[in-house]
């Protein structure tokens, strides 16, 4: 198992040793080889999707075994979890009234899932909540969201509230982890439990990102089309490479850390 770990620490710290800019080049060229192997692996792309929420569900189980067995909220962001519950809220709304389908019964669960982890940060942990620490400002995301989808929305044949409705949770879904972020830029020790969950996150993100760039390459463009004119298609593919890019960072460490041996993940200063 050692020798296993050794080559990949390895390069892992070769890695960190790069520039910024090779960085940045080394990232890009992963994630085009990932979206490569996925495409020839998976053969029904939709299934990405369902993967995504599946793996998100996964990273919301294990903080819910961190609250019920560890009996503490520490390290876990409550802004981030509300934010969670309001792009779900709205994103099941729009299922109901645009298009129900299976990710309607996903939304459902995972956020019924979500509100059960903020009952329990809100009331029953509220002594090992780290309030001084969750200091994120949520206008910060909350309104450049709201301002962003009464601009930029779907030109779709449905309610034009529907329709801002439905930019705003794809906004704010590809911001929602950025007090989380925060929180842990403050405490610069992630402990395991939340690791995982952000770790999924960051699993989730990507696969959904997948999933949208190869149903595009599939259809040769016309599933932009499909969503509409104008700046809105542009818009979804955006949100979705940017809430990817927003954790590959902090993947990069839970990654070398898990690889490393180590338990309890240190951040140096700058990574989130």
């Excluded at 940045?24 to 992963?30: D, H, M």
């Excluded at 990273?59 to 309001?86: M, N, P, R």
């Excluded at 994103?91 to 939304?107: A, K, P, W």
């Excluded at 030109?155 to 794809?170: D, E, K, L, Q």
């Amino acid at each position: 198992m050692r020798g296993s770990r050794r080559p990949m620490s390895v390069v892992l710290g070769w890695v960190r040793r790069q520039p910024p800019k090779v960085k940045a080049f080394l990232a890009v060229v992963a994630g085009m080889a990932a979206l490569v192997f996925i495409r020839f692996i998976v053969h029904d792309h939709d299934n990405l999707f369902v993967a995504a929420e599946a793996a998100h569900a996964l990273g919301i189980g294990v903080l819910i075994y961190k609250l019920t067995k560890e009996k503490t909220c520490a390290g876990l962001s409550l802004k981030s979890q509300d934010l969670t519950a309001l792009f779900l809220a709205v994103r099941l709304y729009c299922s109901f009234v645009m298009e129900y389908d299976i990710h309607t019964i996903l939304d459902t669960a995972t956020l019924a899932a979500t509100l059960f982890v903020i009952y329990m940060i809100r009331f029953k942990l509220r002594s090992t909540y780290m309030l001084d620490k969750d200091n994120f400002a949520l206008y910060y995301v909350v309104l450049p969201c709201a301002g962003l989808a009464l601009l930029v929305h779907p030109s779709t044949s449905h309610n034009i509230v529907n329709r801002i409705c439905w930019a705003f949770c794809v906004y704010l879904e590809a911001v929602s982890v950025l007090p989380q972020l925060r929180l842990m830029q403050n405490t610069k020790i992630v402990e395991p439990f939340t690791a995982h969950y952000v770790f999924a996150l960051g699993v989730a993100r990507f696969l959904s990102c997948a999933h949208w760039v190869l149903q595009v390459l599939d259809t040769r463009g016309r599933l932009l089309t499909a969503l509409g004119y104008g700046l809105w298609p542009s818009m979804v593919l955006l949100s979705e490479i940017v809430q990817t890019f927003i954790l590959a960072d902090f993947c990069y460490y839970y990654v070398k850390s898990v690889f490393g041996g180590q338990l309890v993940l240190r951040l140096p200063s700058g990574v989130v």
